[in-house]
């Protein structure tokens, strides 16, 4: 069974558009992320949410607006895509606290034309 | 701002040979990570070495970490084609629950059969 699981792995899709990511872990962990890793392998955190609730916002953008309906779900939605956000957006998640261990999702590589 | 930053960049090898790939990283820190991400894949936790640690074994893998320098080294022995991806290391920044753990830019290795 997939710990982490996010879907879609592929998007394409045109600026301006709407899109969202959807994401569930079965590890029981109380904390999950949204990373955003750009072409150069750079691997940036955007959101942390422990139990529901919004720990971690780097400064990303507004248009980008996670939600988490239970702890074993947090999903991302984008609005107004632009052509910077094509990335490739993990998921993961992680027990309560910091410097503990990450499991990561397989990754959503997000293409906008 | 980013808190590890890997050397070297980029590793060619020989099967059979030995890699060696080194983080650095700017403040103080209760653990450090390594994890492997291979080419199209998440990124998966390798090892994870305390501060108080000074050397770590995990099958062919070998951590040291230098406090008093702000750096570590994972080594890779008797390197095998499937070895080929690449390799992060992640520290943790904050404490309890809104910490969360940074990477670096990462070493992308190489090892030819």
């Known amino acids: 069974d997939t710990a982490v699981s996010q879907t879609p792995k592929y998007l394409v899709t045109q600026m301006g558009n709407d899109k969202s990511i959807k994401c569930e872990q079965n590890?029981?962990?109380?904390?999950m992320y949204w990373y955003k890793q750009d072409s150069k392998k750079f691997l940036k955190i955007m959101f942390s949410?422990?139990?529901?609730?919004?720990?971690i916002n780097e400064t990303v953008p507004n248009r980008f607006s996670p939600k988490s309906p239970d702890k074993a779900h947090l999903n991302l939605h984008i609005n107004s895509l632009e052509l910077g956000d094509s990335a490739v957006y993990f998921c993961?998640?992680?027990?309560?606290?910091?410097?503990?261990?990450?499991?990561f999702g397989e990754g959503s590589w997000l293409t906008v034309v | 701002s980013q808190q590890g930053e890997e050397d070297p960049q980029a590793l060619s090898i020989q099967e059979g040979e030995n890699a060696t790939m080194n983080c650095s990283y700017k403040?103080?820190?209760?653990?450090l990570q390594w994890y492997r991400q291979n080419s199209g894949r998440g990124l998966v936790h390798l090892i994870l070495?305390?501060?108080?640690?000074r050397e770590k074994h995990s099958g062919r893998l070998r951590v040291t970490l230098d406090t008093s320098k702000k750096s570590s080294s994972l080594l890779i022995t008797a390197s095998r084609a499937a070895d080929t991806a690449s390799y992060f290391c992640a520290t943790p920044r904050g404490s309890g629950n809104t910490g969360k753990l940074i990477f670096g830019q990462g070493t992308t290795l190489q090892v030819k059969p």
């Open positions: 993961a998640s992680s027990p309560l606290g910091a410097g503990n261990t990450i499991y």
């Open positions: 403040t103080s820190i209760n653990n």
């Open positions: 070495i305390r501060s108080n640690e």
């Open positions: 949410y422990n139990n529901k609730e919004l720990i």
């Open positions: 590890l029981g962990h109380d904390t």
